[in-house]
């Protein structure tokens, strides 16, 4: 492949990838990551905005993207076994979580971690509260 090819085939995708992230943009709805979830807020995983690679040998790092930070970084093998396990759930609040741990500080720690890296949102679903701020945001 000549230089000249390379370059067009990489201005290609780059165009590809923009339209594709548009369409994706203009599609969703607006989304609410937590950055400290008030008392008893509902939260959720993100999974609709995650991506994870697998590790492929034991005690290896799986590789999460957040499509809408655009951050990628590594989940451990306990910490990918926290998201696993919030995948089977449909909301919690931040006490509800920490209660799943035997040590509060650990499950606070994990908590934050997850909120760190924008792994959760608030619910949605039944909250008029939120539906009334998205009325409001989008006047």
């Given at each position: 492949?000549?230089?000249?090819?390379?370059?067009?085939?990489?201005?290609?995708y780059?165009?590809?990838?923009?339209?594709?992230?548009?369409?994706?943009?203009?599609?969703?709805?607006?989304?609410?990551?937590?950055?400290?979830?008030?008392?008893?807020?509902?939260?959720?995983?993100?999974?609709?905005?995650?991506?994870?690679?697998?590790?492929?040998?034991?005690?290896?790092?799986?590789?999460?993207?957040?499509?809408?930070?655009?951050?990628?970084?590594?989940?451990?093998?306990?910490?990918?076994?926290?998201?696993?396990?919030?995948?089977?759930?449909?909301?919690?609040?931040?006490?509800?979580?920490?209660?799943?741990?035997?040590?509060?500080?650990?499950?606070e720690?994990?908590?934050?971690?997850?909120?760190?890296?924008?792994?959760?949102?608030?619910?949605?679903?039944?909250?008029?509260?939120?539906?009334?701020?998205l009325?409001?945001?989008?006047?």
């Amino acid at each position: 492949m000549t230089d000249t090819q390379r370059q067009a085939a990489h201005a290609a995708y780059h165009a590809f990838a923009s339209d594709i992230q548009e369409k994706r943009n203009r599609q969703g709805s607006p989304v609410f990551f937590i950055d400290s979830p008030e008392d008893g807020e509902r939260v959720r995983l993100a999974e609709e905005f995650i991506d994870i690679v697998y590790p492929s040998g034991n005690n290896s790092s799986a590789q999460c993207y957040n499509w809408i930070t655009r951050q990628r970084f590594e989940l451990s093998p306990s910490l990918l076994q926290v998201i696993e396990d919030l995948r089977d759930r449909i909301s919690f609040s931040q006490r509800d979580f920490i209660r799943w741990f035997p040590s509060p500080v650990v499950g606070e720690a994990i908590f934050h971690k997850l909120v760190k890296h924008h792994l959760l949102v608030i619910d949605l679903s039944n909250d008029q509260r939120a539906l009334t701020h998205l009325q409001c945001s989008q006047c």
